[in-house]
């Protein structure tokens, strides 16, 4: 079937850690997968996207490489900072249709 | 540029209420869509729509309607509300003919079914 997994959290790091958020998708056809953000109080809001395989997306210091060969898309972040903390949630598109999947979200909480 | 607005942020009904969550943006898209986030959940997908007049299923569409009369709006009616239905509730759209297209989000709804 068509769904997305991401790492459960929550996360809770330092401020200037490395950052990895794991998601993995399982699929047919070739889905455009996307990271989404979400502040406390706000609605998502696009992160990073890429569109086919081997494209890495990336915005504000975050970036994920669509890996067809592992079907990931894990998120990373060199040095995470206290603005960073929110919740990230993994998606896809589904090939045919106008449906996105989300996975479950995984909270970030940054330490300063 | 308001982009998606979203009214109310806050409702409380008892069950078996009804009522009508407002959608509408000035992005002139084709695409809209509601979603529920519910803790450990994640979105879960409502209804969608890619036009004016066309309305589909989403994952969880059971005690939901909605139409789509124009491009700008998209109102999810609950008819008779359960406590299960107590969630925020998220619209998006998204342009049409760009199935790599970014969904824009409401702020959302929060709803409490007592």
């Known amino acids: 079937g068509n769904s997305v997994t991401q790492m459960e959290g929550p996360v809770t790091l330092s401020e200037e850690a490395f950052l990895t958020i794991n998601c993995t998708y399982t699929?047919?056809?070739?889905?455009?997968l996307f990271w989404y953000v979400q502040y406390p109080g706000e609605g998502l809001q696009l992160l990073l996207k890429?569109?086919?395989?081997?494209d890495k997306g990336s915005n504000k210091g975050f970036e994920a490489t669509y890996r067809k060969e592992t079907t990931s898309f894990h998120l990373e972040k060199g040095s995470v900072q206290v603005s960073d903390s929110a919740v990230y949630f993994c998606a896809r598109t589904t090939s045919g249709t106008y449906k996105y999947i989300f996975g479950t979200g995984t909270r970030l909480k940054v330490l300063a | 540029n308001a982009g998606v607005t979203q009214t109310p942020k806050f409702q409380v009904l008892k069950t078996g209420q009804s009522m009508t969550l407002q959608c509408a943006q000035d992005?002139?898209?084709?695409?809209m869509s509601w979603y529920r986030q519910d803790p450990g959940m994640g979105l879960r997908l409502i209804h969608y729509?890619?036009?004016?007049?066309?309305?589909d299923q989403g994952e969880v569409p059971n005690g939901y309607n909605v139409s789509r009369s124009t491009t700008e709006d998209f109102p999810l009616r609950l008819l008779s509300a359960a406590p299960s239905q107590t969630s925020v509730y998220f619209c998006?759209?998204?342009?049409?003919?760009?199935?790599?297209?970014?969904?824009?989000f409401g702020e959302g709804s929060r709803l409490t079914v007592l």
């Open positions: 890429a569109t086919k395989a081997d």
């Open positions: 699929a047919t056809g070739y889905p455009s």
């Open positions: 729509s890619v036009g004016a007049g066309i309305t």
């Open positions: 998006a759209s998204s342009p049409q003919g760009m199935n790599t297209g970014e969904l824009f």
């Open positions: 992005m002139n898209h084709e695409y």
